[in-house]
Structures are given as structure tokens and as C-alpha cells.
């Protein structure tokens, strides 16, 4: 694909790229509990493998196997969990697989900071696999599988990021953030949130799943939560001096780039909807 699209300018990507990728999300949620499934996996298997990835950049020494494992075993337990309304007392497991890298990191000879670079690995399963996971236990808050709130919230997150997008180009003078993220401006935030906020409404007339005020409770998290999720990965990459965190998404960057507004909204959406709703 990068090969193909490197006529295109990059506006001209970035749109071919969101349509394809927009499109097997969409059906992929629509078509079943299953499809939902292997979709969410493989994003959050090549987003952790991302992340230990840039860690490795600085110089740290993650347990990159480890905590892709670790991190995909929470989905899938959780999915599991959810779907066929296990027990909750499995998630123990989750604290027995993450023991084991205290044990792994006994036989790393070439570890100077070991517990630092424990605490690195946890970081990825907390950062990304976490989000996911929660999304499992949105999609089946009814008892059975639904996928209205998670696709609303991702047409939420496009608008916002889109109309963020246009509206900085177009308008964007003052800078949201300048030491993270300097082409960020508060005119484009406010246009993301205005879109964001648009969208959310409109969807309420159409997925039933959440009263009027519930979507638009969800929007404003998404366009707040979002914001910061953005900046916080900006953070992340220019603590190690890169301008994306990958190329596997012509126009976008990486999995991080693509998906980092959700990662942070996510525990939030999953909060509000579990004590609010």
C-alpha cells in the first residue's frame, strides 16, 4: 500500500487510508461478536508490538513478547468473560501472568535496570492492551452483543479528529500546547469538539442503545479524553525525538497515531457507562 499511495499528497493518504481502514472497522463491528473480535485483537496486538518497539528506540529493554502476550491474554479473557458470563474471579490469572516477569528478568544478563524496564513492559499492557480490553465489556454491557456504542464512539473520535484536523488548517493561530505538540491549535480543537459533539447527537436519533444525554455525556469525553490521548502520545514520541510512531498506515503513521485518542477515552467511556447509565 505505501508503495502505491506515494503519488498521493499527504491529505490525499490520509483519506484513502481512513476510508479502507473505516470501512473493515464498520463491517467488521456490524457483521458479528466474532469478526469484533479478530478485529480489535489484531489492532491491539500490532499497536502493543508498536510501542515495545519505540521503547526499544530509547534504549529500554522491554519484554516485547511478554508483554504482547500478557496484553493480548487480557482481551481475549475479558472477551471471554463477557461473552459467556464467566466468572469474574478468572481475572486473576491476569496478576498470575504478569508475575512471571519478575522471573524472566532474573536471567536477563544484560539488564542494567531491570525493574525499570518491568515497569515499561506493564506500562504497554496498561497503555494499550487495557483500552481494548474495556471495550469488551462495553459491547456486552446488555448481556449480548452490541456493537451501537463502540462504532458511535468511533464515529465520534473521526469527526473530532477531523474536524480538528480542517479546522486548524483552515483557522489555527493559537497554540493548544505548543511544548508537546506545536501544530495543535485551539481553533482546531474547538472545531474537532464542535464536530464531535455533532455527530453525537445525530447518533442518538439513531443507536438507541444510550439516551440523548448519555451520547452526548459520551461525546465530551471523547473530544476531551481524545485530545489529551493525542497529546499524551506526542509526549511519548518526542521524549524519544520520532514524528510518528510507525508507517504502517499511509497518512496516519502507526496503530498509536491512528488510535491514540481512544486509548485514553476508553477507561473514561467504560466508567461513565458502567456508574452513569
Known amino acids: 500500500m505505501r508503495v502505491n499511495l506515494n503519488k498521493f499528497s499527504e491529505l490525499q493518504q490520509r483519506m484513502i487510508t481512513a476510508s479502507i481502514g473505516a470501512l473493515s472497522i464498520l463491517v467488521a463491528l456490524a457483521w458479528s461478536d466474532w469478526s469484533y473480535f479478530a478485529l480489535f485483537f489484531g489492532i491491539c496486538t500490532f499497536a502493543l ?17 511478554f508483554g504482547t502476550f500478557n496484553g493480548l491474554f487480557i482481551f481475549v479473557l475479558t472477551f471471554l468473560i463477557e461473552k459467556y458470563h464467566l466468572e469474574s474471579r478468572l481475572y486473576i490469572l491476569v496478576f498470575v501472568g504478569l508475575a512471571g516477569a519478575y522471573f524472566i528478568k532474573l536471567y536477563v544478563k544484560k539488564d542494567l535496570k531491570p525493574f525499570a524496564n518491568i515497569a515499561f513492559t506493564f506500562l504497554g499492557i496498561i497503555y494499550v492492551a487495557v483500552p481494548f480490553a474495556l471495550w469488551n465489556i462495553v459491547v456486552f454491557r446488555q448481556g449480548v452483543y452490541s456493537f451501537e456504542i463502540v462504532m458511535g464512539s468511533l464515529f465520534i473520535l473521526w469527526a473530532s479528529d477531523t474536524g480538528a484536523y480542517f479546522s486548524g488548517k483552515k483557522f489555527g493561530k493559537r497554540k493548544l500546547f505548543q511544548r508537546i505538540s506545536p501544530k495543535k491549535t485551539w481553533e482546531g480543537s474547538i472545531g474537532g469538539g464542535v464536530a464531535g459533539l455533532s455527530v453525537g447527537i445525530g447518533l442518538s436519533f439513531i443507536f ?49 497515531d491512528r488510535f491514540d485518542g481512544l486509548l485514553l477515552a476508553t477507561p473514561f467511556i467504560a466508567a461513565f457507562l458502567e456508574l452513569f447509565t
Open 49 to 65: 508490538l508498536e510501542f515495545y518497539r519505540l521503547l526499544g528506540l530509547d534504549g529500554n529493554l522491554p519484554l516485547t513478547t
Open 208 to 256: 438507541i442503545s444510550l439516551t440523548p444525554i448519555h451520547w452526548i455525556a459520551v461525546s465530551l469525553i471523547i473530544v476531551v479524553a481524545g485530545t489529551y490521548g493525542d497529546l499524551v502520545e506526542s509526549l511519548f514520541k518526542r521524549s524519544i525525538q520520532i514524528k510518528d510512531s510507525g508507517n504502517s498506515l499511509p497518512g496516519h503513521g502507526g496503530f498509536l
